[in-house]
């Protein structure tokens, strides 16, 4: 097998695989906005397949998650990145750097926007932050909205004249293929950056400790939520170790469950996205306050 803990290469190190075709496009594709939008849920959709963990709660997506779109004549390399928003942690403050830090390095950046709640202050001042010539306006979750509604959403971005803008619904996949065109449109010449075959460039212990890390989002509290994170500490296929650590004891008795039932609730959520071989083994340890400790967010990789 591959290693499971290497580490994906930024958008300007990623190697490409040969000579340039003079009928071959290819670029990077940075989807941003506030958290909550539907970004990893686009991207997924995108891509039809999961490549990024997907919730309701804020500080879901914690990393660039690159995904990769290839076909006959072009690859689109999308990068998923942190919902940004008002920092209120050290980790916070981390999360908008690592989703501002691909920004200059991308060719488009899709500014996805909900379509429910509209251009909120948030968004105004990420947008603000963008060079409009190079981005595209995505209105999402537009499904069940009137049509007025929607065309208000847009009337309301329009002095930013940004590039383009697409309604779509990430969940049901309305206006995605439209939009995928679109960027392909915007491609400069370029090389193939991934293997055609590839979707995902991210390490396997990174996709099972989000796994985990995505159970546990669904399971428990608002109170919980920000305190988690995930990381595996052993990997000797087919048995793995992940690691879920929280801030207080608390957390953990909340996370561990009545007799252990959480935990094994998120086990077995896990393991059916897991190959069947697979030994998945959970632990659950207290490190006090790590969402304020920089070495300690350094060392989860954030």
């Known amino acids: 097998m591959s290693d499971p803990t290497s580490p994906e290469p930024a958008a300007a190190e990623a190697p490409s695989l040969g000579p340039v075709r003079s009928d071959f496009r290819s670029g990077f594709v940075a989807i941003v906005g506030r958290p909550n939008v539907g970004k990893s849920t686009l991207l997924n959709k995108i891509l039809d397949e999961k490549v990024t963990i997907v919730s309701d709660k804020a500080q879901t997506t914690r990393h660039q998650i690159r995904g990769v779109l290839t076909?006959?004549?072009c690859q689109l390399v999308f990068v998923d990145t942190p919902g940004i928003s008002k920092p209120r942690t050290d980790l916070g403050r981390r999360l908008n750097e690592v989703a501002d830090s691909?920004?200059?390095?991308?060719?488009?950046?899709?500014?996805?926007?909900?379509?429910?709640?509209?251009?909120?202050?948030?968004?105004?001042?990420?947008?603000?932050?963008?060079?409009?010539?190079?981005?595209?306006?995505?209105?999402?979750q537009i499904d069940g909205l009137d049509p007025e509604r929607v065309m208000a959403q847009l009337a309301a971005v329009a002095d930013f004249d940004f590039s383009a803008y697409f309604p779509v619904s990430a969940w049901t996949g309305k206006g995605v293929p439209a939009l995928v065109d679109h960027l392909r449109s915007r491609m400069p010449h370029g090389p193939l950056w991934y293997p055609a075959d590839t979707v995902t460039d991210v390490p396997q212990a990174f996709v099972v400790a989000e796994l985990v890390r995505e159970q546990l989002l669904r399971m428990t509290r608002d109170e919980v939520p920000h305190s988690v994170a995930t990381r595996v500490v052993e990997w000797e296929w087919p048995r793995i170790r992940?690691?879920?650590?929280?801030?207080?004891?608390?957390?953990?008795?909340?996370?561990?469950?009545?007799?252990?039932?959480?935990?094994?609730?998120?086990?077995?959520?896990?393991?059916?996205?897991?190959?069947?071989?697979?030994?998945?083994?959970?632990?659950?340890?207290?490190?006090?306050?790590?969402?304020?400790?920089?070495?300690?967010?350094?060392?989860?990789?954030y």
Do not use: H, Y
Not at 245 to 271: A, D, F, P, W
């Open 71 to 73: 076909n006959d004549d």
């Open 102 to 140: 691909v920004l200059g390095d991308v060719d488009v950046v899709c500014l996805v926007i909900d379509g429910r709640s509209g251009f909120g202050r948030g968004d105004r001042r990420l947008a603000e932050r963008l060079a409009p010539e190079r981005t595209v306006l995505v209105v999402n």
């Open 242 to 301: 992940v690691e879920i650590l929280v801030e207080r004891e608390s957390q953990k008795g909340i996370i561990i469950g009545k007799g252990g039932e959480n935990l094994k609730q998120v086990g077995i959520r896990v393991r059916k996205q897991l190959p069947p071989q697979v030994f998945l083994e959970l632990v659950v340890n207290v490190e006090r306050n790590w969402q304020q400790s920089p070495e300690m967010i350094e060392r989860l990789g």
